[in-house]
């Protein structure tokens, strides 16, 4: 009899809840079981959490950091258009971005090293494009400091502010 009411207690014991998300642009590193590669992001969301903004370290081969907008209802795949990130309210930076689907990303190392430079220290930022004739425009907390993208940059080798040179190839 014991042992049932101690196994009708188990089942009906509350699990911990799951722990809260990171803080926003908090980085994260994350390993691959399979391969061993380790990607390292930093994220936030828009107030209607319809969308989010990554900067993302993937080191598989050559260390690439990107900068990702995805929707909740994704972007079609399309060729390399633009998308406009106002940073507190400042004129928009305008650059090409890609459109593989279900996102935008650059990770033009040009293009990287100008918007992260642009977004570390933002209160807000403001990310904006077509998605064929709709405009798609979400806006973002920004980290106030620096930190979470410095720590993706560093992740990938790469210095705020500092276009990286390319990984020269290992010798054979």
């Known amino acids: 009899m014991i042992s049932i009411l101690f196994a009708l207690l188990q089942s ?6 799951p722990p809260p998300p990171a803080p926003p642009w908090t980085a994260v590193t994350r390993t691959d079981a399979t391969t ?3 990607s390292t992001s930093a994220l936030a969301y828009s107030a209607d959490r319809n969308a989010r903004l990554v ?4 080191r598989v ?4 950091v990107s900068i990702q907008m995805r929707t909740r209802a994704g972007l ?3 060729g390399d258009h633009l998308v406009s990130v106002s940073v507190d309210g400042a004129a928009p930076i305008d650059l090409p971005w890609e459109f593989p689907g279900s996102a935008t990303m650059n990770r033009g190392t040009v293009a990287v090293t100008k ?3 642009a ?7 403001t990310v904006s494009t077509k998605d064929g004739e709709q405009t798609v425009s979400a806006t973002f907390v920004g980290p106030g400091t620096g930190t979470g993208i410095k720590d993706v940059l560093a992740a990938c080798g790469y210095e ?5 040179q390319p990984v020269k190839p290992t010798a054979k």
């Open 12 to 17: 009906t014991a509350l699990t911990a809840p």
């Open 160 to 164: 705020l502010g500092v276009v990286p």
């Open 76 to 78: 079609a795949a399309s």
């Open 119 to 125: 977004m570390s220290k933002a209160m807000s930022i």
């Open 36 to 38: 061993g590669a380790t």
């Open 55 to 58: 900067v993302r370290c993937d």
């Open 61 to 64: 081969g050559e260390p690439v």
């Open 115 to 117: 918007l992260t430079e």
